[in-house]
């Protein structure tokens, strides 16, 4: 519920904060842009680490992790690619660009994250599950960064703004307000990761109930077959 | 190792030459897909060698999930399920041997399909060499994800539509450096292909790879 | 060392528990028939034996090789014939074989002898599998097993499938793998048939084991 607040509190400050006068209004969406994109992030490397996890200790607290990262990364990713369109509307006249690495990348990795929750939702009672939408983590794990890497390594071809946070050049009120969101992103982004790790773990729990009640109704089955024929013995 | 590599490649490739599916469909197919694009863009003939490299690279995406759909039912059909695993044959080794089967088809396709640009998009090749590479690197990292994503598929229901939905984002950044490349060697857009070709032999690498060490895990958990 | 021994093991299907807690123990050389109703638990009792199943709780080995870390080794030691026969439909009986073969390290010119053992007629020998009988290729699938000369026999309704010539030549395969220091398990519901062949019967209900004595008791019934 605090929490709650604070989200309501920094959605206020965003039309409180003063705006850039180059680029008129639109520019406040980068308050929610950026932190929603650096969240993206988070999230995708959260579920990279559980994948991981996953395949190599088999530890169902990295997997519900790995899971809940990425529902809640899918929609910062869709929150990033959907201001920054809106964005760029205004700025730079066009919705989209295909030829900028990091607006591809972005949409490659949402695609992925969606991937990753289709396998995951497929798989009934199937336990290999986790096991597969961990190999989807993975695989995007590895090919994401060497993507945006790329971009530096070889090509300059961006519409996108070099990190202007580092540049020092931003007005003291604004960057605030950015690391403000930031904050406040993360906040919200930890406490979405608790409840959805909860419901995660609970399901969890319960289909360990269901297996020993299951296990249970076998055993009896067993029980009822032994007797049964020790008995037809004598 | 290797032995086993070649027992499961020729025996994929074996079954695919008997059962005729990539020279009557898959080959045709692609022609088609060609063809239809080159009746959309001709009548603008700069558009259409513009988007030569890109239309090239977009029909193997459609091959390979073809391809990988038959290389993957070979094992889950009726009487062969589990014959891999049965068979005592190491995971690496049906993972390389599977992809070296899936890259061949792949590269024949690509013959076809480079002819077909030749011929029906009057397409110039300046650089036969950065062509000839990238073709082979490319297909070669299409192809270990591919058959990775197509065992990863083959246990859920539905797998016919989730194969593509996880296809395309995996092999994106591999497609659209091949395409930079292709721009180049086409000598449409001056850009380095060689330094995309670099890329493409890191995905290759990365990919094949991870395809190595998580095939055993996927074979493992049935 | 036993050949195989599993205490407490539960595996699952999906989520149903297909085996809910199996003790035993094989010495080499048995010839183990199992028995049960359907559903009982017995195709799965030889899929964890052979290293195809992956097991929930409890431990084992089987052949030396732990049952839940070293499946790959056990697949190698083994000889399974389950319901599906392992076959490719689009490759002809010989290719099969010696697919078989190379994968098992076995010389190919085991193949024609693998396959006049099960009276396959030469005359299929390169017909694809698709085109043959079901017994065909039952005697096919056998073939394979045979042609690996495993030192544990996992068979799952051998005699299924086949005509009467089928049957014997399955008991005489059974014998010929004891004689020669193999152990054999095999599910069957033709409890007449094996009681010469086994020197076991394990009775298999609700995924355990609930009866496991000589065969004399249930062929007195």
Known sequence: MVLAGLVALVLLAFFAAPPDDEQGDAVRLIFIHVPSAILTYVAFFTTAAGSAMWLWKRSSWWDITAHAAAEIGVMFCALTLFTGSIWGRPTWNTYWDWGDVRLVTTLILFLLMVGYLVVRSSGGDDPAVSTRAAIVGLLAAINIPIVNRSVEWWFDRTLHQKASLTDGKLEDLTLFTLVFGLVVGLLFFVWAMIHRFRVGWLEHQARAEDLDEALEARRSEAAAAGSSASGGEA | ?222 | MAIISLTGVVALLGRFPGLAGVDLTVEAGEVVLIHGPNGAGKSTLLRVCAGLLRIESGHGQVLGHDVRSERPAIRRSVGLLGHDTALYEDLTVTENLRFWARASRVEEAQVPTALDRLGVPSRIHDVAVRHLSAGQRRRTALAAVVVRRPRLWLLDEPHAGLDAGGRDLVDALVKDASSAGATVMLASHELDRTVDLATRHLAVAGGMVVGDHGPEVDHAR
Do not use: H
Request: glycine letters at 10%; hydrophobic letters at 60%.
């Open chain 2, 1 to 222: 190792m290797l032995a086993d590599i070649a027992a499961v490649a020729g025996k994929d490739l074996r079954i695919e030459w008997r059962s005729r599916v990539t020279a009557s469909q898959v080959i045709p197919f692609a022609a088609l897909v060609l063809v239809l694009f080159g009746f959309a863009l001709d009548a603008n003939r700069p558009v259409l060698e513009r988007a030569t490299p890109g239309l090239f690279w977009m029909t193997v995406l459609f091959v390979t999930n073809l391809a990988v759909q038959r290389s993957t039912s070979i094992e889950t059909s009726d009487g062969a399920r589990r014959a891999l695993l049965l068979a005592g044959i190491e995971p690496v080794a049906v993972f390389v041997g599977k992809a070296l089967a899936v890259a061949v088809e792949l590269l024949a396709v690509e013959i076809v399909l480079v002819g077909g640009v030749l011929v029906f998009y009057g397409a110039e090749i300046d650089d036969w060499g950065l062509l000839v590479l990238t073709c082979v690197v490319a297909t070669m990292a299409v192809a270990a994800a591919g058959t990775l994503l197509g065992a990863l598929v083959a246990g859920i229901r539905a797998r016919e539509t989730v194969l593509p939905i996880l296809l395309l984002p995996v092999l994106a950044p591999v497609l659209i450096s091949a395409t930079r490349a292709f721009d180049d060697a086409l000598g449409s857009v001056a850009v380095q292909g060689w330094a995309w070709l670099g890329l493409l032999a890191g995905f290759g690498v990365l990919n094949s790879g991870l395809g190595a060490l998580a095939y055993g895990v996927l074979l493992e958990e049935t």
